[in-house]
């Protein structure tokens, strides 16, 4: 309750944000003037680093929807969703979303905290939570531990933000929690070289697996990909992060680097049949196919068989379109990225989405909605397509032995559907622009480096140093 002095007073809330699109008014004098409010868009002080521009509006419309995604979720922690009553730091989707948060937003303060978080959250045996700040966790009630790709933000997320700033003191403080997440899945595995038996272990644990992904039954919250493929996958992906975090430090990472070959080639040896496009996804993004090829065209047959769209869901959605650009199917990549029936980015953009939705069937065609109580149109978990873009598509990529674009790898991919593409990437050194078009059946590259630079055009290696580059 509010109580009014005479005059003009000015209040808004210190501890509490809501996330929303609309608002009611009830109770107004007269016919209300939208002039007369005013919303404050309220999220961590972080400064813009990267925009993305293209030759499509509708695709200009989806990149703004990402940033304003992310704004509306990155408030002291990375939420989920900033509009329900959830709003809660999810760590599957800070893992997946995290390389494209860097490249928008200079999120390194932001990352420093929020990582010092979920370090303090790991308990002694290595274990993590689904949630940081783990809100429901408690000494007389203790929540399940992690599963795959969720706790596995204890290994990928401070690599991703070495690779994007450079700061090894930060990596060294969170290395120790890297190695203590591998540790814990090797102990409770119960298949030497894949992560098995978790859930059968005990019913406070399970995974979440592709989660919403499509391919599955009608209403089910969990894709059809074989929740061990994931998280043996993941077993390895964390592994191999923390071989690449140990060597930049200068540590032994001999015990590491002989799990990874060990999960590998079990990995390599379990699973030989693909039926999910997350399963191929994940499987090439990882390193972990013994014949890339087979796998990719394997992963361009089912999206071909699907009507040229995606059924991933938060797992193998991130890695999707790297997979195919990575393997020889760029063009396919483009395609996805470029659909605008039901299942793609662009459906929602033509369904009038300012953010990014949980749901790729949250608002379906004919105007119903998946359902009532879990259906947020402001979830940034699919907006880690960015990322691809910036690293793909412009070709934008720190190199792994000179991170925080101390030196850069630029290797862009056109594809004529676009007409163009500008990326623009603000670094400490300097501004990084990668732009694109175009022109009587001729690609035009122009290239901005403000530090030592391998340009890949064509499959030719250009070695330069800071400069601007016409192609």
Known sequence: QLIC????????PALSFYGFRYIRVEGWPGTPDPQAFTAIAAYSDMTRTGWLRSGVHKLNRLFENIIWGQKGNFLDVPTDCPQRNERLGWTGDAEVFINTACYQFDAKKFYTKWLADV????????SMQDLVPAVFD???????PAGAAWG???????WEVYRHYGDRALLASHYPMMTAWVDYITSVTTTPGLWTGYEQESPRRHHYGDWLGLDAHEGSYVGATDKELIASAYYAYSADRVCKAGRALGRDVSKYEALHAQIRDTFRRTYTQFDTQTACAVTLYFGLAADPAAVA??????????????TTGFVGTPYLLYALSQHGHTDLAYTLLLQEKFPSWLYSVNQGATTIWEHWDGRRADGTFW??????????AYGAVAGWVFEEAAGITPCEDAPGFARVRIAPKPDPRLGELCAVLDTAAGRIRSEWSYEDHRVRCEIDTPVEAEIVIGGIVHRVGPGKYLF
């Not at 359902?371 to 940034?380: I, L, P, R, T, V």
């Open 119 to 126: 370090m303090a959250e790991q308990k002694p045996n290595g």
């Open 152 to 158: 596995d933000a204890a290994a990928v997320c401070p």
């Open 138 to 144: 408690t000494p007389d009630n203790p929540v399940a």
């Open 371 to 380: 359902s009532k109580d879990m259906n947020s149109f402001n979830h940034y």
């Open 5 to 12: 002095r005479d005059g003009l007073q000015t209040w808004q």
């Open 297 to 310: 065209d394997r992963l361009a047959a089912l999206i071909h068989q699907n009507g040229d769209c995606l």
